[in-house]
T-cell receptor, first 112, second 116 residues
Framework: KNEVEQSPQNLTAQEGEFITINCSYS?????LHWLQQHPGGGIVSLFM???GKKKHGRLIATINIQEKHSSLHITASHPRDSAVYIC??????????????FGKGTKLSVKP | DTGVSQDPRHKITKRGQNVTFRCDPI?????LYWYRQTLGQGPEFLTY????????KSRLLSDRFSAERPKGSFSTLEIQRTEQGDSAMYLC??????????????FGSGTRLTVV
């Protein structure tokens, strides 16, 4: 079992829909990252969370430390949101595996 | 500073050839990470540097792989005698050690390697 699990693996939505991507982890963490990767490969950091909730534009990220679960929500989705969304956790004890362990990503496709 | 730069963006090489990739981190960042990402998977850790010291290497980093960061600034990742299984996206990220917990990491655009 992977230490970071994301669901769903693939998601197709119609423009305007509300989207939720989930991330569960099984290790002790100091922070959780949500990353966006476009087809060209480059990764953009969207959020870094250690508790509660963060919002940036149409994106909202939440984390429940007790349940070891985080969600990324996209409101009023748009075709330009189409990308792979990756959850990554920063280990709380550090110094191992370069501090970050990644999920496999959720491929989102938003149709016009 | 324009972020983390990686060069080249794409590399196609014949099996058995050596390849070298370069990463230029954000100038004030003292930590530099290399990751490998194969199709449909999340990135996997290869190695990381703090300044010029290579502090950790993954078991994924076979003897054919070597990474350097000689002056604590840019880093190179060399793969000798490439194999088809080395085909992947190689990602670099940098961070500032003492603000990593607050500001996280900055990723480069990656180098996509295809071994034919």
């Amino acid at each position: 079992k992977n230490e970071v699990e994301q669901s769903p693996q693939n998601l197709t939505a119609q423009e305007g829909e509300f989207i939720t991507i989930n991330c569960s982890y099984s290790v002790g963490i100091s922070a959780l990252h949500w990353l966006q990767q476009h087809p060209g490969g480059g990764i953009v950091s969207l959020f870094m969370l250690s508790s509660g909730k963060k919002k940036h534009g149409r994106l909202i990220a939440t984390i429940n430390i007790q349940e070891k679960h985080s969600s990324l929500h996209i409101t009023a989705s748009h075709p330009r949101d189409s990308a792979v969304y990756i959850c990554a956790v920063r280990l709380s004890y550090g110094g191992s595996q370069g501090n970050l362990i990644f999920g496999k990503g959720t491929k989102l496709s938003v149709k016009p | 500073d324009t972020g983390v730069s990686q060069d080249p963006r794409h590399k196609i090489t014949k099996r058995g050839q050596n390849v070298t990739f370069r990463c230029d981190p954000i100038s004030e960042h003292n930590r530099l990470y290399w990751y490998r990402q194969t199709l449909g998977q999340g990135p996997e850790f290869l190695t990381y540097f703090q300044n010029e010291a290579q502090l950790e290497k993954s078991r994924l980093l076979s003897d054919r792989f070597s990474a350097e960061r000689p002056k604590g600034s840019f880093s190179t990742l060399e793969i000798q005698r490439t194999e088809q299984g080395d085909s992947a996206m190689y990602l670099c990220a940098s961070s500032l050690e003492f603000s990593e917990a607050n500001y996280g990491y900055t990723f480069g655009s990656g180098t996509r390697l295809t071994v034919v």
